[in-house]
């Protein structure tokens, strides 16, 4: 979701810049620095934006340059009217001699300088060409997004195979579990026969029972399995993902947590762990994904 984009054009004696600036977030959210007389432009520039881009941070920038344009003097006469006023019953006060009226004149905030108004209908061709250029800017903005998105995808891919390696290796030690299996239960079976207990069927179905859930990992490795061919589905789509991607990440985390809880042997711990490192990996590049 990271981009950027910079068009400039020119109208009318006025020459400006868009700035486009995209930064990762779970959901889209927009902030536009506009000048004042052109805020109208607001609405049309996130409707636009909310239709281009489903995810991202994303700020827009106007830079204008306006014309040189005619100008007048605005004297504020209510405030030198009052303000002279008082002056001079101040020197009548003291007895003294009554100030110039250019000295007042001199005050800040007396004399302005007002450039003339834009027209409504300056205003309106202004915003038309504004609202062109600024198209070129999304989509150059998308084509950049796109770029980086191209860029991703590969380093998914790649860790998309990590995963697949791990769960192949997880699939070669199921096919010799269920030895494990049993030679941990007869193991179990002879600690109780030592001990003189007297084992009833009830209870020689329990340590079965507790030995198999606590070993078997088929369930977690076949919906692992089901989530790898998802996320090489979506990846493969052009449409948006990033949201789905993210809750397949975190499926594929809890099966993975679920694995390293069940594991029964080193080995199976480790290619857990190293199942975990590499979802973690995916799922950090996933957050950048519209």
Not at 180 to 188: D, G, I, L, P, T
């Amino acid at each position: 979701m990271t981009g950027f984009s910079s068009v400039s054009d020119d109208y009318g004696g006025y020459s400006w810049s868009w700035e486009l600036r995209s930064v990762n977030s779970r959901t889209i959210d927009i902030r536009i620095k506009l000048p004042n007389f052109l805020e109208g432009l607001d609405q049309g520039i996130r409707r636009l934006l909310v239709e281009r881009f489903a995810r991202g941070s994303i700020t827009v920038q106007l830079i204008l340059r306006s014309p040189a344009r005619d100008f007048k003097w605005a004297v504020d006469e209510k405030a030198v009217g009052e303000l002279f006023h008082q002056v001079i019953s101040i020197c009548e006060k003291y007895g003294v001699e009554h100030p110039k009226i250019e000295s007042l004149l001199r005050l800040p905030g007396i004399i302005e300088k007002v450039e003339a108004e834009l027209s409504e209908r300056e205003i309106a061709d202004l915003t038309v060409a504004l609202k062109n250029s600024f198209v070129l800017g999304v989509t150059a903005l998308s084509e950049n997004r796109a770029e980086e998105g191209n860029r991703l995808k590969v380093l998914i891919e790649n860790f998309i195979d990590e995963i697949d390696i791990f769960l192949s290796k997880l699939k070669v030690i199921l096919d010799s579990q269920t030895d494990m299996v049993s030679q941990n239960f007869f193991e179990r079976f002879n600690k109780i026969l030592k001990a003189g207990d007297i084992i009833s069927e009830d209870r020689l179905a329990q340590e079965v029972a507790i030995l198999v859930t606590k070993s078997d990992i088929r369930e977690e490795t076949d919906r692992i399995d089901s989530h790898i061919q998802a996320v090489r589905e979506m990846i493969a789509d052009e449409g948006p993902c990033g949201r789905k991607l993210d809750f397949l990440c975190q499926e594929l985390n809890r099966e993975a947590n679920t694995i390293c809880s069940k594991a029964n042997a080193l080995n199976i711990t480790e290619i857990g762990l190293g199942l975990k490192s590499a979802i973690d990996s995916l799922r950090e590049k996933v957050q950048n994904i519209e």
